[in-house]
Antibody, heavy 121, light 112 residues
Framework: EVQLVESGGGLVQPGGSLRLACAASGFTFSTYAMSWVRQAPGKGLEWVSAIGNTNGATFYADAVKGRFTISRDNSKNTVSLQMNSLGAEDTAVYYC??????????????WGQGALVVVSS | NFLLTQPHSVSESPGKTVTISCTRSNGTIGSNFVQWYQQRPGSSPILLIFEDNRRPSGVPDRFSGSIDSSSNSASLTISGLKTEDESDYYCQSYETSSQHLIFGGGTKLTVL
């Protein structure tokens, strides 16, 4: 059974940093692209970032480019999202998602439970 | 980036069929695959349709996806509606030039 467990969410002050981690199990992690998708309170889904399977190519939404960094460790079956210069607009539940293939653009078939990030003073 | 526009809400009775549209603002809908997700209140999204019309294993065949080039839109059709289908539904596609994933704004389905 595929499992994705996010950690690292919490309350952070504006301008601060936070690192989210996603521990994956139940599938051959290195085969699949991984993505982060967020959802602000009462709002829709917003794609944040993705990382390819073995080549580690990275992709970012304009709203987070230059502030967020996605990475993966195929030896530890983890994907992380380093978030810097956080603002109130980054307040959201952040979902880790397993993509259906090595390429992130054709759907994510497993999602974690989400990690809540609140940016507030 | 292009936009994917969905109706804010739709409603239909149990047992009936409903179709949710997803219209691409510019570029061709068939240029990149469209996916559909279901999100029940308080839960994580679930992939219903990928690559325009394919269902992951475990998704009932009551759910189907299609593309209409004449309206430059994708559609999710749910037949034999059940009360448990009450959820938010999101379409998603990919923009090649920016390498961005794009989500539609979501459609709230009410089954009553």
């Amino acid at each position: 059974e595929v499992q994705l467990v996010e950690s690292g969410g919490g309350l952070v002050q504006p301008g601060g940093s936070l690192r989210l981690a996603c521990a994956a199990s139940g599938f051959t992690f290195s085969t699949y692209a991984m993505s982060w998708v967020r959802q602000a309170p009462g709002k829709g889904l917003e794609w944040v970032s993705a990382i390819g399977n073995t080549n580690g190519a990275t992709f970012y939404a304009d709203a987070v480019k230059g502030r967020f960094t996605i990475s993966r460790d195929n030896s530890k079956n983890t994907v992380s999202l380093q978030m810097n210069s956080l603002g109130a607009e980054d307040t959201a539940v952040y979902y880790c998602a397993k993509d259906i293939s090595g390429w992130f653009a054709v759907g994510a078939d497993s999602w974690g439970q989400g990690a809540l990030v609140v940016v507030s003073s | 980036n292009f936009l994917l526009t969905q109706p804010h809400s739709v409603s239909e009775s149990p047992g009936k069929t409903v179709t949710i549209s997803c219209t691409r603002s510019n570029g061709t809908i068939g240029s990149n695959f469209v996916q559909w997700y279901q999100q029940r209140p308080g839960s994580s999204p679930i992939l219903l349709i990928f690559e325009d019309n394919r269902r992951p294993s475990g998704v009932p065949d009551r759910f189907s996806g299609s593309i209409d080039s004449s309206s430059n839109s994708a559609s999710l059709t749910i037949s034999g509606l059940k009360t448990e289908d009450e959820s938010d539904y999101y379409c998603q596609s990919y923009e090649t030039s920016s390498q961005h994933l794009i989500f539609g704004g979501g459609t709230k389905l009410t089954v009553l």
